[in-house]
T-cell receptor, first 108, second 123 residues
Framework: DIEMTQSPSSLSAFVGDRVTITCQASHGIRNSLSWYQQTPGKAPKLLISDASNLENGVPSRFSGSGSGTDFSFTISSLQPEDIATYYC??????????FGGGTKVEIK | QVQLVQSGAEVKKPGASVKVSCKASGYTFIDQYIHWVRQAPGQGPEWIGWINPNSGVTNSAQKFQGRVTLSRDTFIRTAYMELTGLKSDDTAIYYCARDLLSTVVPSGIFGHWGQGTLITISS
């Protein structure tokens, strides 16, 4: 299976800060990468697919980039409602989709 | 709107079996694959398997093969996941999720999720 490594595992930032999370795949996955947001007690929510394609209704402060093995996810201006754990997930290697370990985002 | 409503939490003893249901509404049930994903406490999600609701064809992760059965009832728009031989490390929240795309093969992108079902394994 392809291993997905996210960093950092947690971060703390001020409201309005730019926040970036990275995700590295153990093998090339082209752009077959999605990002999910999970708030406590809730199911994950799809934010981005195909590495950079924002889902309908997702605020434009969220963005994703990358291809191959290295990807990033950015919140351009952190808002209080963005407090959550974020996961990357590859779907290049089917039927073996795998998730990263998650990045917990908190407000300072 | 798309909704996936799962059955309630359960407590099971080691060695027992559990069957979780996932009732779909708001879209054509047979058009999109249903995936099952679990999340152990404090861990990232882990894919269990998928089912094609139209054909009933399934596929599951190797670690679950022999222990998991995925099925569906198209008449009541419901998918099921049964896990046997439960162990303490099967304690997790189990989610059903609809594939994002209506395609012959699944995309592997989880577009809509159920609310989750907590399965606790305890003697």
């Amino acid at each position: 299976d392809i291993e997905m490594t996210q960093s950092p595992s947690s971060l703390s930032a001020f409201v309005g800060d730019r926040v970036t999370i990275t995700c590295q795949a153990s093998h090339g996955i082209r752009n077959s990468l999605s990002w999910y947001q999970q708030t406590p007690g809730k199911a994950p929510k799809l934010l981005i697919s195909d590495a950079s394609n924002l889902e309908n209704g997702v605020p434009s402060r969220f963005s994703g980039s990358g291809s191959g093995t290295d990807f990033s996810f950015t919140i351009s201006s952190l808002q209080p409602e963005d407090i959550a754990t974020y996961y990357c997930q590859q779907y290049y290697d089917l039927p073996h989709p795998t998730f990263g370990g998650g990045t917990k985002v908190e407000i300072k | 709107q798309v909704q996936l409503v799962q059955s309630g939490a359960e407590v099971k003893k080691p060695g027992a079996s559990v069957k979780v249901s996932c009732k779909a509404s708001g879209y054509t049930f047979i058009d999109q694959y249903i995936h099952w994903v679990r999340q152990a406490p404090g861990q990232g999600p882990e894919w269990i398997g998928w089912i094609n609701p139209n054909s009933g064809v399934t596929n599951s992760a190797q670690k679950f093969q022999g222990r998991v059965t995925l099925s569906r009832d198209t008449f009541i728009r419901t998918a099921y996941m049964e896990l046997t031989g439960l162990k303490s490390d099967d304690t997790a929240i189990y989610y059903c999720a609809r594939d994002l795309l209506s395609t012959v093969v699944p995309s592997g992108i989880f577009g809509h999720w159920g609310q989750g079902t907590l399965i606790t394994i305890s003697s």
